[in-house]
Nanobody, 124 residues
Framework: QVQLVESGGGLVQAGDSLRLSCAAS????????MGWFRQAPGKEREFVAA????????VYADSVKGRFTVSRDNDKNTMYLQMNSLKFEDTAVYYC?????????????????WGQGTQVTVSS
């Protein structure tokens, strides 16, 4: 079992930056592909970004490409999401996710573990 705890959410203005963190505990962090999903009110949960076990491969949703950067520190058992140039439409609950598969399959929604979520609100 892997426990995932997100932090760093909050209320910001459009154009601002925010960094989310996901702290993992339980099984070996480096064994898992890690990623971020988000869910806006009234919408389905959607993929945001994923990072491979070693951090060398990253994938992004088209809507955040060029603005968001996902990374991980395996020594600290922590994953990050740096969000720049935030837009109103980025407002959502952001979920940390872990998977034993690949970044590609995570992009398709295959996830083994979920965090509880952290709220990001961007005011226009």
């Amino acid at each position: 079992q892997v426990q995932l705890v997100e932090s760093g959410g909050g209320l910001v203005q459009a154009g601002d930056s925010l960094r989310l963190s996901c702290a993992a505990s339980g099984r070996t962090f480096s064994n898992y592909v890690m990623g971020w999903f988000r869910q806006a009110p009234g919408k389905e949960r959607e993929f945001v970004a994923a990072v491979s076990r070693t951090g060398t491969i990253t994938v992004y949703a088209d809507s955040v490409k060029g603005r968001f950067t996902v990374s991980r520190d395996n020594d600290k058992n922590t994953m990050y999401l740096q969000m720049n140039s935030l837009k109103f439409e980025d407002t959502a609950v952001y979920y940390c996710a872990g998977a034993s598969s690949s970044t590609s399959t995570m992009r398709g929604g295959v996830v083994d573990y979920w965090g509880q979520g952290t709220q990001v609100t961007v005011s226009s």
